[in-house]
C-alpha cells in the first residue's frame, strides 16, 4: 500500500487526477471504476480541466461507477447517475454506451447486479478504480459486515451511511435504504487502486484501514491486501496515522 499525504484538498485532488491521467496516456481504451460523494469532486474538476487542456483523450476510455441507490430514477438530483453526468461526463468526450452504472431502478436487482459483474468481466475488469471512504469504513457501498460480499449485491445501507449521505437530501427519510454496489471481489480485482480521504471525520477510518486488523467489520481494511493500491490522504484525514506531525 502506497500512502501518499497532501496537505491540502486541492492537492490530493491534483495528484489524484494526475495518476487517473497516466492511467488513460498509458492505454487509451482502458477501463476505469469511478466514484461518487464529495471527496472526488475536486479530482473531477481537475480531469475536466486536463481534457480542456487536450492533455486526456477519454474517447476510448470505459467507465463502470461503484454503486447506485436503489429506487431513486436517474433523473433525480441525488442519483449516482445524475452525478455522474452532472460532474463529469457532460464535460468530458467519453462515448455514452461506455459510461455504465448499476440501474437501482432494475425490478430485478439480483439479475441487474449478476448483468453488471459480467459486463465488467467482458470488459476485461478494471485497470484503476477510485474510491472514497465511508466514515465507518465502507467503500463504495460495502458496508460493515461479519461478511465479505464477493460480487456486486443489493446492499441495506448502514444508519451511519444513511445519516452521512441525509446531507444530500431534504430529509432523513429521503434517503434510500438500499443500494446495488460492486462487491469486495470486483473491487479488490482491480488492478490498481486509488483511495482518497479528505477531513478529519476519516481520520479513524484511514487509521484502521491502513493499520486495523483485516476484518469485514472494516471493509476497507482488506486493501491492505491488494498489490497495487495508493492512498492519497489529505492532511487532517491522516492525523491519526502521523500523531506527532500534530504537535
Ligand atoms: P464522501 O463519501 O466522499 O461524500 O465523504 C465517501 C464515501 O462514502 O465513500
Not at 26 to 34: E, I
Not at 115 to 131: A, N, P, T
Not at 139 to 149: A, H, L, M, Q, S
Not at 178 to 193: E, F, V, W
Amino acid at each position: 500500500m502506497r500512502i501518499i499525504t497532501a496537505d491540502t484538498y486541492e492537492e490530493m485532488s491534483k495528484k489524484a487526477a494526475a495518476i487517473v491521467c497516466s492511467q488513460v496516456i498509458l492505454k487509451p481504451d482502458c477501463v476505469l471504476g469511478l466514484a461518487t460523494g464529495d471527496t472526488p469532486l475536486g479530482m473531477y474538476k481537475e480531469l475536466i480541466k486536463m481534457y480542456e487542456n487536450r492533455e486526456v483523450d477519454f474517447s476510448d476510455v470505459t467507465i463502470f461507477n461503484l454503486d447506485e441507490y436503489c429506487k431513486l430514477s436517474r433523473e433525480s438530483t441525488q442519483s449516482y447517475y445524475y452525478y455522474m453526468h452532472h460532474n463529469f461526463f457532460k464535460h468530458i468526450n467519453v462515448k455514452k454506451k461506455n459510461t455504465h452504472i448499476p440501474n437501482g431502478m432494475a425490478k430485478n436487482i439480483d439479475e441487474e447486479c449478476r448483468r453488471y459483474e459480467q459486463k465488467i468481466k467482458e470488459k476485461g475488469g478494471i485497470d484503476l478504480q477510485v474510491l472514497g471512504i465511508g466514515a465507518n469504513g465502507h467503500i463504495g457501498f460495502n458496508e460493515p459486515d461479519i461478511n465479505f460480499e464477493a460480487e456486486t449485491h443489493l446492499v441495506e445501507l448502514d444508519e451511519i451511511t444513511i445519516e452521512d449521505n441525509s446531507r444530500f437530501f431534504s430529509s432523513r427519510d429521503d434517503v434510500p435504504t438500499t443500494a446495488i454496489s460492486m462487491g469486495i471481489k470486483t473491487i479488490m480485482q482491480s488492478r490498481k487502486l486509488l483511495l482518497l480521504a479528505n477531513g478529519e471525520a476519516k481520520a479513524a477510518a484511514i487509521y484502521k484501514t491502513v493499520k486495523g486488523k483485516i476484518c469485514p467489520e472494516v471493509p476497507s481494511s482488506i486493501i491492505q491486501l491488494h498489490p497495487d493500491a495508493t492512498m492519497i490522504i489529505e492532511k487532517n484525514a491522516a492525523k491519526l496515522l502521523y500523531p506527532s506531525a500534530e504537535q
